[in-house]
């Protein structure tokens, strides 16, 4: 499949070979413990993120799900429904980082992933982008902090500076003065992409105010174990 998917990008190729290969091995845990009874189960109880099938153990020894992350505050400024709503995840999160860092220095951050949540919103002309990671520990943020940081300068040419009066947050002057901030808050980190300076302080504002985070439910809403056909829950 690599070979196969060698004339794509980067980030595609590794989406292509991530169910054959990480897959393949998180199944295999299950198949080693209880044969195919126990992968029949997963079915039933599915990872609920690319985190437990990057590291099984996360799954099968001591469960780690995800956060689900709210911040209400931030989404009742919004006039429109959110165009983008949706999770990516540590696998893409580690694939992201590997644009500006080697393989193994994304995969020893991305580990810290505990969740995120990603929105973009339509203002007028503009596209309004919201990015909320959670991670493990303040230090593993700080890590994904910096790492984050010098991605966007070097991938969009940016030139970060402090925000006047703000500690861990930085933002970088975009065309049609607009601004991009990020910001860092204990185990959390902010992007906050395409809205005006004033604006964007306003927001991370709200964000903060009525950020909400939570293990994600493993209630499953449909029975997949019955069924000729298998569903699949959005994978984080």
């Not at 290969?21 to 299950?30: I, K, L, N, T, Y």
């Not at 994904?144 to 006047?164: D, E, I, K, V, W």
């Not at 500690?167 to 906050?192: C, H, K, N, T």
Request: charged share 20%.
């Amino acid at each position: 499949l690599e070979k196969m998917g060698s004339h794509l990008p980067q980030l595609l190729q590794q989406k292509l070979v991530f169910p054959y290969r990480e897959g393949s091995q998180f199944v295999q845990w299950a198949h080693a413990a209880k044969g195919w009874t126990g992968v029949n189960a997963l079915f039933a109880d599915p990872p609920l993120s690319t985190s437990q099938i990057l590291h099984p153990a996360k799954y099968y020894v001591k469960r780690e799900n995800p956060l689900a992350i709210r911040a209400s505050g931030f989404s009742r400024q919004m006039t429109e429904s959110a165009t983008v709503d949706q999770t990516l995840g540590e696998c893409l999160v580690q694939l992201l980082l590997t644009s500006n860092l080697t393989r193994q220095e994304a995969r020893q951050i991305a580990a810290g992933w505990t969740g995120d949540q990603l929105s973009a919103y339509l203002e007028g002309e503009n596209l309004l982008t919201a990015w909320i990671t959670a991670w493990k520990k303040d230090e593993d943020a700080r890590a994904f902090y910096r790492a984050y940081q010098n991605l966007l300068q070097r991938l969009h040419r940016l030139r970060f500076a402090a925000s006047p009066g703000r500690i861990d947050s930085v933002q970088a002057e975009l065309p049609r003065d607009r601004l991009m901030l990020l910001q860092l808050v204990g185990s959390f980190v902010l992007l906050l992409d395409g809205t005006t300076p004033f604006r964007s302080m306003q927001l991370a504002d709200e964000v903060w105010k009525s950020l909400d985070a939570e293990t994600e439910s493993t209630v499953i809403l449909f029975d997949s174990a019955k069924g000729p056909t298998q569903l699949f829950l959005r994978s984080r």
